[in-house]
């Protein structure tokens, strides 16, 4: 899954769903202290109780499965208006919004793309960049940020939960 620490999110992932929420984005930071980032949705969005819920029981279970050496300092957070893009599904979700991608490699001499997310794929997503097509592979993908939560002119809406 792109930019996501795929090994805890294994182990949190079944935890956040049976909780009711949707797990987006985890990240590991920091080379002095550890920092776990965790983003979290749900379809009327996200409270900081949820937060606080979520992150109880993230800590617990981490406690338990002993995942992160040392100390670290936990982060639960909705994923806000910048949401990341992580999984296929998530770029399914968003077709037709506007998209920002940045690439691991040099496609026709750019590596940033800023456009319309035409369509989505298992392996690749098609976007739209000044009149200019690009299809991307998520494997390829350092970066992947919704930019509007509107759906732009020539877009096909998917359902948005």
Partial sequence: MLGDAIEIRTVLEPLVERLGYELVYVTISGSKSTVLRTFIDAPGGIT????????????DLLDIEDLL?????????????????????HFLRYEGYEVSIKAKTSHDGRKNFQGVLKKAGSNTAIVEVDGSMYELSY???????????????????????
């Fill in 48 to 59: 900081l109780g949820d937060c606080e819920l979520v992150s109880h029981r993230i800590s």
């Fill in 139 to 161: 494997s390829d993908m350092r970066k992947a940020n919704l930019v509007s939560e509107s759906v732009l002119e020539g877009g096909s809406r998917s359902a948005v939960s």
């Fill in 69 to 89: 050496q040392g100390e670290y300092a936990l982060e639960v957070s909705s994923p806000g208006l910048a949401r990341p893009l992580v999984k296929p599904e």
